[in-house]
């Protein structure tokens, strides 16, 4: 519900005249009304100081009969002080009014998405290659889900499936598969923690494949490799794979070509790793390197408590944020600061980002189905959907096996137990290629694939 302008004149008025008792000469020259708050912009007289507005903040609750008034001690590019004063009525977000208005910016980087407006009411917009990951924590009916909803459609709509992929991770609550006809999605709608980390491990391995390729042609992120290669192309001279070997069992010498952003969406993603420990292995080094190579990661969670987990999320991603949690303590661990715990929840949310000295308050748009559904049509017009496999069903051919195979099986079957980890250790090479060599174990049914607990058994007797 919107305030009507009577109301909001009437309240310009007292303002005005709560002041003039105490001898502070101000006048109101405009207003803005937000969804939670209404920001009145004030003309104080020569002489008066902002601090002396402030110390009369309490007052001003009293005299206009509202529980919240927060000051703006000057606005940027005026000479006005700024008032928020907490709206009777909490306005509903239209996702589809908030969209319109903030695409009217021309502006707007590709990875740009839209989280809701600010307390003045103008929409709010995360770059993700400058995030370059994403947070968000808050419990049952906080907003979470709605939130990664008003993300993922603000790519949808504005990206071609050449320019954006779409990972969707789901293993509770399957509200994601309303997404499941999108030519987007680089995979299915995945809810089972199988499949997810078969799908992590296939990115982990591109992220790998990403960043020799980037380096080889001297390109530091995503826009300036695919510039690199459309260049190359415009002048009929595309570049060749410097990693493509004759033994890599192809025909013809493949050419680098152009790659989409990759955004992986992750509900739940603490309880997740908390239920299948293999999960975190796999998350932190697209967290750690996925960023540049443009693959971002947008992870939600219900439980911001200090663990081992989130310290180490929280570590690895400075863009946080916090919708309503349930103490002090969670409000803290999240974006720093206190004041999460009273946040009136149902999408009302505070934003911390690295490059931001101070939290960012934000209503969430209200998103229903048929948004989504309009949305997923929309996106029709690029196509079918086009599925990758990971190939962790099909039995690789003998070509494609690592050099280190052989010796790998024979480590494994000698000490009947297996992880990456181990692999890792005993042979001296990264993670990706132990986690291949794992991966053509268990194709070829030398190891099990992992049970619910994320353990690997061997198949294999102990002498081979």
Request: proline letters at 6%; a negative charge; aromatic letters at 6%.
């Amino acid at each position: 519900m919107t305030q009507s302008p009577a109301v909001a004149e009437k309240t310009a008025a007292l303002i005005t005249s709560c002041l003039l008792k105490y001898r502070l000469k101000s006048a109101v020259v405009d207003y803005s009304e937000g969804s939670m708050f209404t920001l009145f912009r004030l003309a104080p007289s020569a002489g008066i100081r902002s601090s002396q507005i402030s110390a009369l903040i309490p007052e001003l609750c009293r005299s206009l009969n509202v529980t919240e008034i927060r000051m703006i001690d000057f606005i940027p590019g005026t000479p006005y002080i700024g008032l928020l004063v907490k709206n009777e009525f909490r306005k509903i977000v239209s996702f589809s009014h908030c969209f319109t208005k903030w695409t009217e910016d021309k502006s707007l980087p590709q990875l740009s998405m839209m989280a809701g407006e600010n307390i003045t009411g103008e929409p709010v917009s995360l770059d993700l290659t400058q995030l370059p990951h994403l947070l968000i924590a808050g419990t049952t009916g906080s907003g979470k889900s709605m939130l990664m909803h008003s993300l993922i459609l603000s790519l949808l709509y504005r990206a071609s499936p050449a320019n954006v992929r779409l990972v969707l991770c789901d293993a509770h609550h399957p509200e994601l598969s309303l997404y499941r006809d999108t030519p987007h999605l680089l995979f299915p709608v995945l809810s089972d923690s199988t499949e997810i980390a078969e799908a992590l491990h296939f990115l982990t391995t591109e992220a790998e494949i990403r960043r020799k390729q980037f380096s080889a042609i001297n390109a530091p992120d995503l826009r300036r490799y695919n510039e690199k290669i459309a260049i190359a192309e415009s002048f009929g001279r595309p570049i060749p794979d410097p990693f493509w070997r004759p033994e890599d069992c192809m025909a013809e010498h493949p050419r680098l070509s152009h790659k989409p952003a990759i955004v992986i969406c992750i509900e739940n993603a603490v309880q997740l790793i908390n239920d299948h420990s293999n999960i975190e292995d796999l998350i932190l080094p697209l967290l750690q390197q996925g960023g540049m190579i443009g693959i971002h990661l947008l992870l939600t969670t219900r439980s911001p408590l200090p663990t081992k987990i989130n310290q180490q999320l929280k570590f690895h991603i400075p863009a946080r944020i916090a919708m309503t949690v349930t103490s002090k303590a969670d409000s803290h661990f999240i974006i720093g600061l206190h004041g999460a715990e009273i946040l009136s929840g149902d999408g009302d949310m505070l934003l911390i980002t690295a490059d931001s000295a101070e939290t960012q308050r934000i209503q969430g748009a209200y998103i229903s189905d048929s948004d989504i559904h309009n949305a997923v049509d929309y996106c029709k017009k690029w196509g079918d959907v086009n599925y990758l496999t990971t190939g962790r069903t099909i039995v690789p051919d003998v070509c494609d096996l690592d050099p280190l195979f052989d010796r790998a099986v024979q480590f494994v079957a000698e000490k009947q137990r297996v992880s990456i980890s181990a692999i890792q250790r005993e042979f001296r090479i990264g993670y990706n290629r132990a986690a291949r060599i794992v991966e053509e174990m268990e194709d070829l049914g030398i190891i099990s694939e992992p049970f619910s607990d994320g353990r690997l058994e061997v198949l294999v007797p102990g002498a081979l």
